[in-house]
């Protein structure tokens, strides 16, 4: 596990962007799939990144999680994404229709990404967040979602939410080459220390604790509790 830690939410979202396209880089022939996280956090990071010279016609784009909402709703990930990752790359993304309900929508898109990865063992690089609950993607604490069904991609209740909520599966976000949590602000402080230092399954912790590689990529608000871990603190 690697902590990188950033003085500021501007300076993490930039170097969160040169630091994501030097992974895309490292797969130096054939398609590379990059799995999106969703909220506000990485907006600034998408930005940046939209701007790298990057060979954006193999890189294939997905979300690592998405509202059950209409494509063109404020609360869509996959708005936010095309909106902010302004790059010729191609996009796999959940598709809504309110005559199909979340589960069908969900294997369907489980088959597409199983389609996506092929033959490698899983995923190549999977960008993350948490939320103040330590929730990753949208496996949210005691939700269904936890406990894997086969698939790689599920639906999922959020009662503390009443939403349904499409996700990756924690074996699929364990199956991936790299996983990328961005955290920012002092409201993801206690999560953060719970994650990292904690004890208890969240299901961020669960996630985390179970990767092949793990980057934590934070900003100075973030880190505020954090006392045991090891930190590289960058001045940027």
């Given at each position: 596990m690697n902590v990188i830690v950033l003085p500021t939410a501007e300076a993490l979202g930039r170097y969160a962007a040169s630091f994501?396209?030097?992974?895309?880089?490292?797969?130096?022939?054939?398609?590379?799939?990059?799995?999106l996280s969703g909220g506000s956090t990485p907006i600034a990071m998408y930005q940046h990144l939209a701007d790298v010279d990057l060979d954006w016609d193999r890189i294939d784009v997905?979300?690592?999680?998405?509202?059950?909402?209409?494509?063109?709703?404020?609360?869509?990930n996959a708005l936010m994404a095309r909106t902010n990752?302004?790059?010729?790359?191609?996009?796999?993304?959940?598709?809504?229709?309110?005559?199909?309900d979340p589960h069908a929508a969900a294997a369907a898109h489980s088959a597409e990404l199983r389609d996506l990865i092929g033959?490698?063992?899983?995923?190549?690089?999977?960008?993350?967040?948490?939320?103040?609950?330590?929730?990753t993607a949208s496996l949210f604490p005691g939700t269904q979602a936890?406990?894997?069904?086969?698939?790689?991609?599920?639906?999922?209740w959020v009662e503390a939410k009443n939403v349904w909520r499409l996700t990756a599966?924690?074996?699929?976000?364990?199956?991936?080459?790299?996983?990328?949590?961005?955290?920012?602000?002092?409201?993801?402080?206690?999560?953060?220390?719970?994650?990292?230092?904690?004890?208890?399954?969240?299901?961020?912790?669960?996630?985390?604790?179970?990767?092949?590689?793990?980057t934590w990529l934070i900003d100075e608000a973030a880190a505020m509790h954090l006392k045991t871990t090891k930190l590289t603190r960058l001045f940027i």
């Open positions: 994501v396209a030097d992974e895309i880089r490292q797969y130096e022939t054939g398609r590379v799939n990059l799995g997905w979300l690592s999680d998405e509202r059950w909402v209409p494509d063109d709703h404020d609360d869509s990752l302004d790059a010729p790359a191609t996009f796999h993304f959940p598709t809504f229709d309110d005559a199909t033959e490698a063992s899983g995923p190549h690089i999977v960008l993350l967040g948490i939320g103040d609950d330590a929730h936890l406990d894997h069904d086969g698939n790689a991609y599920v639906a999922n599966t924690i074996p699929m976000l364990h199956a991936a080459d790299h996983l990328i949590f961005l955290v920012s602000g002092s409201e993801k402080a206690a999560a953060l220390a719970g994650i990292l230092e904690g004890t208890l399954p969240v299901p961020a912790k669960l996630v985390a604790d179970g990767a092949r590689k793990v």
